[in-house]
């Protein structure tokens, strides 16, 4: 089993900033990948931001490519995400996932979530 609490959500200006985070815990060495994804009312869930545990790759959606960054300390078993030029169209709950397969998709663990709300 694996649990994830995100941390550090909240309401932020058009323009501002948060960072995220993601604390994982249990059986760690089975992770492969870390994600976020996030689900803005109405909406169905999308991909934000994932990144490899062991190697430190990454990949974004279009839509946060240049504004998000995803980030992890493996000493500290977190990850990050950095959001600046935040837009009110990032407004969503924010979800942390774990996924054990070489290959991603399945996403095995969730987080709670934790909201953001971008003011314009």
């Known amino acids: 089993q694996v649990q994830l609490v995100e941390t550090g959500g909240g309401l932020v200006q058009a323009g501002g900033s948060l960072r995220l985070s993601c604390a994982a815990s249990g059986r760690l060495f089975d992770i492969y990948h870390m994600a976020w994804f996030r689900q803005a009312p109405g909406k169905e869930r999308e991909f934000v931001a994932r990144?490899?545990?062991?190697?430190?790759?990454?990949s974004y959606a279009h839509s946060v490519k240049g504004r998000f960054t995803i980030s992890r300390v493996n000493a500290k078993n977190t990850v990050y995400l950095q959001m600046n030029s935040l837009k009110p169209e990032d407004t969503a709950v924010y979800y942390c996932?774990?996924?054990?397969?070489?290959?991603?998709?399945?996403?095995?663990?969730w987080g709670q979530g934790t909201q953001v709300t971008v003011s314009s």
């Open positions: 990144i490899t545990w062991r190697t430190g790759s990454t």
């Open positions: 996932a774990a996924d054990l397969s070489v290959v991603p998709g399945t996403w095995d663990y």
